[in-house]
Every structure is written in structure tokens, then in C-alpha cells.
């Protein structure tokens, strides 16, 4: 079956999924078997691909410059944590 690939800083996977508890009982395992299949993409630690690449087209080489808005004070060390964390990850 799948063979789990843990990272250090993952909390969750896909065991952790909820699923629906209105489905019936084939409804529920069918839907359990395609998160078993594809538990891989169920993390809670943010990853890139070299999958696929994309282009954004623009209609104008002039800069939009708009005015930065703050963060409450209580979020501003759990953000730049975020950044750094996603900084070093790549």
C-alpha cells in the first residue's frame, strides 16, 4: 500500500483527513482509498514542484505601487516566522 513519507515538521497527513460523514459505507471507502492513494499531497508543510511551470502575461511594464498595510502586533512575529520557515525551505 502507501508507503508514508514523514517530514520532521509535519503534523498532520492524511489520516487526518475528515470525510464526510453523510456518505455511506461504499461512498466512505471509495473516497478513503483515493486519499490512501494519493496521501502524498496531504501535508501540512508547504512544499514546491517542478511539476509544472506558468507565466503571467502583463499588460503594462509599469510597476503598481500600493500603499503595505500592517499587521496586528500579535501577528507579526508568527508571520515573519512563516516567511523565514518558507525562506528555508525554498
Known amino acids: 500500500m502507501f508507503k508514508e513519507m514523514y517530514n520532521k515538521d509535519q503534523k498532520e497527513t492524511w489520516r487526518d483527513v475528515d470525510?464526510?460523514?453523510?456518505?455511506?459505507?461504499?461512498?466512505?471507502?471509495?473516497?478513503?482509498?483515493?486519499?490512501?492513494?494519493?496521501?502524498?499531497?496531504?501535508?501540512?508543510?508547504?512544499?514546491?514542484?517542478?511539476?509544472?511551470?506558468?507565466q503571467i502575461n502583463l499588460t503594462s511594464d509599469e510597476p503598481i505601487f500600493c500603499k503595505p498595510y500592517k499587521l496586528p502586533l500579535h501577528l507579526v512575529e508568527p508571520v515573519e516566522k512563516d516567511i523565514r520557515d518558507l525562506e528555508n525551505r525554498g
Open 19 to 54: 470525510v464526510n460523514a453523510e456518505l455511506n459505507k461504499e461512498q466512505k471507502r471509495r473516497v478513503w482509498c483515493l486519499i490512501e492513494k494519493y496521501g502524498d499531497i496531504f501535508s501540512d508543510v508547504p512544499t514546491s514542484t517542478k511539476l509544472l511551470k506558468h
